[in-house]
């Protein structure tokens, strides 16, 4: 229900920003590279790679690509006796979007796909290890728009559908194991890009 509501403001104010923005000079600055990162999940299902940050590249007035690059790592050593644990996924991929720009207003739609590999380990009493590693691909539509404050500085939000398969690989000490999972999920996005 939340969702719904957050996606309902975000169209929103968006539309108006797009129908009721008038033009400025603004329009007629044109950054070719950028920076940026999502700051605000929410929907919470981007954790596992921390904070992405996206490289918008604007090849042609109506036309960008955002590679993106994600990594997270972590280690947690448990209260009881030697158990510990470690995880590191590294994330890359790319968006393929069609703009419109109207005014300080830009709103895309497209696509983004990625890979993520990770690997990780659980050590328990006795100095048991057991060493797993994941493989994930996605893809899915995305619906965007940013609005430009200055021709270096937006603020922008993304909805998308994401579809993914993941394969993990678990080696026990007695021996392995693999399983694959297939997910379907919905992803909400708040960025801040800069632009040089």
Known sequence: ?????????????????????????????????????????????????????????????????????????????????????????????????????????????GGRFGIKFGSGEYTSPGDVTTEYSDFSFGIGPVLGGEYYFNPHLSLGGEMAIMYSSTVDKTDYEFGDEEDTRVNIETQGLVFVRFYF
């Open 1 to 109: 229900m939340i969702m719904k509501k957050v996606t309902l403001i975000l169209v929103l104010v968006f539309a108006v920003m797009v129908f009721f923005n008038p033009v400025t000079a603004q329009e007629k600055e044109y950054r070719a590279f950028g920076i940026g990162i999502n700051v605000l999940d929410l929907t919470g299902l981007n954790a596992g790679s921390g904070s992405t940050i996206y490289f918008p590249i604007n090849v042609a007035r109506g036309f960008r690509l955002e590679p993106l690059l994600g990594f997270n790592t972590e280690a947690t050593d448990y209260d009881d006796e030697n158990n510990e644990s470690s995880y590191s996924d590294f994330l890359i991929g790319l968006g393929i979007f069609p703009t419109i720009r109207k005014g300080s207003a830009v709103i895309y739609v």
